[in-house]
């Protein structure tokens, strides 16, 4: 029979202490304990939230993290759209009292809790061209984008937003148009998205971005964004997707559900890596017109917020694989 070393080429080691920074796959002995020890990665998981105030089917949008998210405006059940401001602190959703300058439907936004960007989008109420921050409890105004859009790809944060393609009444047209936001006025881009989008998933800023899915005639297909210009990359792994939730970076970008004739979407998630897209953990409700934000795993993960076929309140949270010690025995 193989001994350990004959498999990995070394001696377990022996230490009074865990080692501080153990790597994957590492085992050791404890000589205090008299325990064997390894490294092992958690499961990544979806684990359910504290539930919204204002219920929104769809058109929602969000920015920040767990355990500093927020949400704002949105589609109510009745079909108003709102410029309803939550505030999320891990565990429960609080309304801010001062709400976003205009109603907010099927628009972006980016940033953390304290230092957020939303761009207005459905027209009525909104105009399609504005901007506005928030810095964790109030509302300034912030220039106007040249293209009106709604349902766009708008990722980022104040000072390095990216927002692309989109579409706008009356003519209903997907479009190409990129703008980037430094923070103190839009940027539209000498190249364009390679074709009219609309109702795609994003992630990153304006200095490093992917786009994918999206319609019209929904789409699998994903490029990548260098700050001047776009690269092809690999399709979704889940297939064409379009209108679901979307949130982290270029590197790390979350596409979660998406929408599902007649009703209902998709729970599963696909993140892309930098490289290829690939299946990570379903979430527990279909996600259709929901909104999502942050980065990835324990604090700071992704959150996913509302939307459509009763989701309009739910809220739930992200955590990723994470290397976790585990004592080895018999049984």
Avoid at 42 to 53: K, V
Avoid at 254 to 261: E, L, P, S
Avoid at 320 to 331: D, F, H, P, Q
């Amino acid at each position: 029979m193989a001994t350990f070393k004959e498999i990995r080429g070394r001696t377990i080691k022996k230490y009074t202490t865990d080692p501080s920074t153990p790597l994957e796959g590492e085992m050791w002995y404890n000589n205090t304990t008299g325990t064997l020890k390894g490294v092992v990665l958690s499961t990544a998981a979806w684990a359910s939230g504290g539930s919204l105030n204002n219920a929104t089917r769809g058109s929602n949008s969000s920015f920040g993290s767990t355990p500093a998210g927020a949400h704002v405006g949105g589609t109510t059940p009745t079909g108003p759209i709102t410029a309803n401001t939550e505030l999320y602190d891990g565990t429960t959703w609080t309304a801010n009292p001062n709400a976003c300058p205009f109603s907010v439907g099927y628009g972006t936004g980016g940033g953390p809790q304290t230092a957020g960007i939303i761009c207005s989008g459905q027209n009525p109420p909104g105009s399609g061209t504005a901007t506005a921050k928030f810095d964790g409890s109030a509302w300034t105004s912030a220039p106007s984008r040249s293209t009106a859009t709604q349902s766009a790809m708008g990722i980022g944060t104040q000072t390095s937003f990216i927002q692309v393609g989109g579409e706008f009444p009356p003519s209903w047209t997907a479009l190409t148009a990129v703008e980037t936001f430094n923070g103190a006025s839009w940027s539209t881009e000498a190249n364009s998205y390679p074709a009219g989008l609309a109702k795609g998933f994003a992630g990153g800023t304006a200095a490093a971005a992917v786009i994918a899915g999206g319609t019209p005639n929904p789409t699998g297909a994903s490029n990548t964004w260098d700050g001047s210009a776009w690269t092809a990359a690999p399709v979704l792994s889940v297939g064409a997707r379009y209108y679901g939730a979307y949130a982290g970076t270029s590197t790390d970008a979350f596409a979660i559900g998406g929408y599902n004739t007649p009703s209902g979407g998709y729970t599963d998630v696909d993140v892309f890596d930098g490289t290829t897209w690939a299946a990570t953990a379903s979430t527990a409700t279909g996600t259709s017109a929901g909104s999502a934000a942050g980065q990835t795993g324990g604090v700071g993960g992704v959150i996913k917020l509302g939307g459509q076929y009763g989701t309009d309140t739910t809220c739930e949270e992200f955590s990723g694989a994470v290397a976790v010690t585990k004592t080895i025995t018999t049984s």
